[in-house]
């Protein structure tokens, strides 16, 4: 079954801690993305990679990191320094940078 | 700088209306235009594209042509279900800005029986 898969759909975690936020692919995609999306918002872009082992900050990167250590992975990490971490992420996947995004299910964040 | 501007929501129509939502840009080069639905809940799903002037994307009844001379790239859908409530997200890609994709902020589509 091809497609993007973030897990888990709902992650609950205390102030202060730092949590990961999971993003896989097989659809072969070079180049993956990480947006935050607010109650009645448009899509902020957090971090993008165009390649293994590169990645580039978007408009919102302060308080967030990336590692891109395999192809189909692009995992997120909230850390602490993040203001207000409570939101909704999406993961998306383009074959190139520019063409066409295609979005996971996304994870809901809610700190506590 | 590269942008896209969409009409403000939310909308609500009836049953078998016709919708029209608005998008416009702005563009240095000639980019690629998009629209994305996005279901409560649920990530992005991309509905239609256009990639020059004059072409027309079309998917599941919902069509937009991509308009050069007045930079626009307006939704319509000749007869709305309520299976189309959702938010409808206008998006551009332009190679001359490194492919970056801009995102309009959305506009929240509800049908009503």
């Known amino acids: 079954d091809g497609g993007i898969t973030q897990s888990p759909k709902y992650l609950f975690r205390k102030e202060g801690q730092n949590v990961t936020l999971s993003c896989e692919q097989n659809l072969n995609h070079d180049a993956m993305y990480w947006y935050r999306q607010d109650p009645g918002q448009g899509l902020r872009l957090i971090y993008y990679s165009q390649i293994v082992n590169d990645f580039q900050k978007g408009d919102i990167a302060e308080g967030y990191s990336v590692s891109r250590e395999k192809k189909e992975s692009f995992p997120l990490t909230v850390t602490s320094a993040q203001k207000n971490p409570t939101a909704f992420y999406l993961c998306?996947?383009?074959?190139?940078?520019?063409?066409?995004?295609?979005f996971g299910p996304g994870t809901r964040l809610t700190v506590l | 700088g590269d942008s896209v501007t969409q009409m403000e929501g939310p909308v609500t129509l009836s049953e078998e209306a016709f919708l029209t939502i608005n998008c416009t840009y702005t563009?240095?080069?000639?980019?690629?235009l998009f629209w994305y639905v996005q279901y409560p809940g649920e990530g992005l799903q991309l509905l239609l594209k256009a990639t020059k002037a004059d072409d027309k994307g079309s998917n599941k009844g919902f069509e937009a042509t991509y308009r050069k001379e007045t930079t626009s790239f307006h939704l319509e859908k000749g007869s709305v279900q309520v299976s189309d409530s959702a938010v409808y997200f206008c998006a551009l890609s332009a190679r001359n800005t490194g492919n970056q994709f801009y995102f309009g902020t959305g506009t929240s589509l509800t049908v009503i029986p």
């Open positions: 563009a240095t080069g000639y980019p690629s």
């Open positions: 998306a996947t383009s074959s190139i940078v520019g063409d066409t995004q295609y």
